[in-house]
């Protein structure tokens, strides 16, 4: 899987491109790939501006790592690793909320990570995590700046 490999060296451009043919001759939709390949997608389309298809494909593997009806997302997640998946995902769908400037989103999603899998991270990512959680309350609590007129000493 050349896509996976370019999306894989941060080569995002060509991943969506190669992901793209896949499907075009192929038939092969994100829907078919296992877990790991669709993080590599998601991580692909957001990279290049195609959040509306990230942001769909991501929330419909959460609902399917959580069980939903109609996922049927069942390659790559096992018992043990459901929870591991869901909060990878979580992430992603994180970052897609944060790009779009939807913190309140944003915010929720990073919450609902941590929730998920906040006794099994090292010191460094809680910190990192701490750090965003900081950043997006600050973002949430000051107010839209104004534009301010050139003529508003006037």
């Known amino acids: 899987m050349r896509a996976v490999a370019s999306a894989e060296l941060d080569d995002f ?3 969506s491109r190669l992901f793209d043919e896949l499907n ?8 078919d790939l ?3 390949g669709r993080s590599r997608w998601i991580q692909a389309m957001t990279d290049v501006g195609r959040f509306a298809d990230a942001e769909e494909a991501c929330l419909a593997t959460i609902a399917a ?6 996922g049927g997302l069942t390659q790559g997640v096992g018992a043990e690793s459901t929870e591991h998946w ?3 995902y979580l992430l992603l769908v994180y970052r897609l909320a944060a790009q ?3 913190y309140r989103a944003a915010w929720d999603h990073l919450r609902a990570s941590v929730e998920v899998d906040d006794t099994g ?3 460094d990512l809680r910190r990192s995590i701490l750090r965003v959680r900081l950043l997006l309350a600050k ?8 534009a301010r007129s050139r003529h508003a000493s006037e």
Do not use: I, Y
Request: proline letters at 8%; a negative charge.
């Open 13 to 15: 451009a060509t991943a």
């Open 24 to 31: 075009a001759r192929f038939g092969v939709r994100v829907t």
């Open 34 to 36: 296992d877990v790991e």
């Open 65 to 70: 790592v959580e069980g939903a009806e109609g």
């Open 86 to 88: 869901r909060h990878v």
């Open 100 to 102: 779009q400037g939807h």
């Open 121 to 123: 991270l090292p010191d």
């Open 139 to 146: 973002l949430l609590e000051e107010p839209v700046p104004q």
